[in-house]
Nanobody, 122 residues
């Protein structure tokens, strides 16, 4: 069964760090490009970061550049999001996403995890 399972969310003070993980299961998802989106209450879901599963090219939203780092472990079929210098405006539910097409992944991915909550207190 193809599945994306996030973990690592929690409550952190502003300026702190968290690392999210997303484990992919299933033969198809293991080779898909993967990324992260987030959705704050009352706002639309927005792109955060993505990584090409084959060559490791990375893509970031302007709002997180220099603070967040996406990485992958191909052997574990896991993608990570290291979040540093967190701000209260980073508070959201963070979703892992996967798609065969990197362009689709960044805009309208077709496969989603269930989400993990990140709360940054001021």
């Amino acid at each position: 069964q193809e599945q994306l399972v996030e973990s690592g969310g929690g409550l952190v003070q502003a300026g702190g760090s968290l690392r999210l993980s997303c484990a992919a299961s299933g033969r198809t998802f293991s080779s898909y490009n993967k990324g992260w989106f987030r959705q704050a209450p009352g706002k639309e879901r927005e792109f955060v970061a993505a990584i090409s599963w084959t060559i490791g090219a990375t893509y970031y939203a302007d709002s997180v550049k220099g603070r967040f780092t996406i990485s992958r472990d191909n052997a574990k079929n896991t993608v990570y999001l290291q979040m540093n210098s967190l701000k209260p405006e980073d508070t959201a539910t963070y979703y892992c996403a996967a798609d065969y097409n990197i362009g689709v992944l960044i805009t309208t991915p077709r496969n989603w995890g269930q989400g993990t909550q990140v709360t940054v207190s001021s």
